[in-house]
């Protein structure tokens, strides 16, 4: 049996879940201040935090699950992730439109990552 490792746990959830070699982050949203490019940047920069957590980092990452409160924000958000995904290391990245935990969040982030 594989060990599970869980950082940053509370009551109802963890940041971060780590199983058979792979970092499972829990969805990521920074805000609710400032537009999306801003909330994107700030969010990925939580996510570069809880990947060293787990021992990792963006090189690794498996698979990316972007939500956007509005499809509007596409650009202004990939402008920021081209940024900050380091050239030849892009996941499997899947974009989508949903209505977020509060209508101030623009952005939420889910990453998978290889330790």
Same mark, same amino acid.
């Given at each position: 049996?594989? *060990?599970? %490792?869980?950082?940053? @746990?509370?009551?109802?959830?963890?940041? $971060?879940?780590?199983? =058979? &070699?792979?970092?499972?982050?829990?969805?990521?949203? +920074?805000?609710?201040? &400032?537009?999306?490019?801003?909330?994107?940047? +700030?969010?990925?920069?939580?996510? *570069?935090?809880?990947?060293?957590?787990?021992? @990792?980092? !963006? #090189?690794?990452?498996? %698979?990316?699950?972007? /939500?956007?409160?509005?499809?509007?924000?596409?650009?202004?958000? =990939?402008? $920021? /992730? *081209?940024? /900050?995904?380091?050239?030849?290391?892009?996941?499997?990245?899947? #974009? &989508?439109?949903? !209505?977020?935990?509060?209508? *101030?969040?623009?952005?939420?982030?889910?990453? @998978?990552?290889?330790?």
């Amino acid at each position: 049996m594989t *060990d599970i %490792t869980r950082y940053e @746990t509370g009551r109802r959830m963890s940041q $971060v879940v780590v199983h =058979n &070699g792979v970092a499972h982050l829990a969805g990521q949203i +920074e805000g609710p201040a &400032g537009d999306a490019g801003a909330q994107t940047r +700030e969010t990925l920069a939580e996510i *570069d935090r809880l990947l060293a957590l787990a021992g @990792t980092d !963006k #090189t690794r990452l498996l %698979t990316a699950q972007i /939500w956007l409160a509005d499809m509007s924000d596409f650009a202004a958000m =990939n402008a $920021v /992730w *081209d940024e /900050w995904v380091p050239e030849g290391h892009a996941p499997a990245r899947y #974009t &989508g439109e949903s !209505k977020l935990a509060s209508p *101030d969040y623009l952005v939420e982030i889910i990453v @998978t990552a290889a330790v």
